[in-house]
């Protein structure tokens, strides 16, 4: 079993920044692939980001490119999105999930992830 815990969430204005952090804990994986989706109301869950822990590799949703980013510390098991330049339709509830093992170019399938955490809210002002 895999604990996902996200933090950093909050309420900022259009053009401000913030840094979720999602911190495993439980079973680890060797070579595991790590995502952020998102969910606002009314709508469907929506690939953000996710990174590749054997060979680094990133991905991002277009909506994203640029002003955010992924990264991540195997020492402490810990996924990053650092988000800039915010803007209001980036409201939404934010997840982070785990796979046991590298996804190649399915990143983006929310289904194929083991584990997923519970969510932070992440509200963006006009």
């Known amino acids: 079993q895999v604990h996902l815990v996200e933090s950093g969430g909050g309420l900022v204005q259009a053009g401000g920044s913030l840094r979720l952090s999602c911190a495993a804990s439980g079973r680890t994986f060797s070579r595991p692939a790590m995502g952020w989706f998102r969910q606002a109301p009314g709508k469907e869950r929506e690939f953000v980001a996710a990174i590749n822990w054997s060979d680094i590799s990133i991905y991002y949703v277009d909506s994203v490119k640029g002003r955010f980013t992924i990264s991540r510390d195997s020492a402490k098991n810990t996924v990053y999105l650092q988000m800039n330049s915010l803007k209001p339709e980036d409201t939404a509830v934010y997840y982070c999930?785990?796979?046991?093992?590298?996804?190649?170019?399915?990143?983006?399938?929310?289904?194929?992830?083991?584990?997923w955490g519970q969510g932070t809210q992440v509200t963006v002002s006009s």
């Open positions: 999930a785990v796979r046991g093992s590298d996804l190649g170019n399915s990143y983006y399938l929310g289904h194929l992830y083991d584990y």
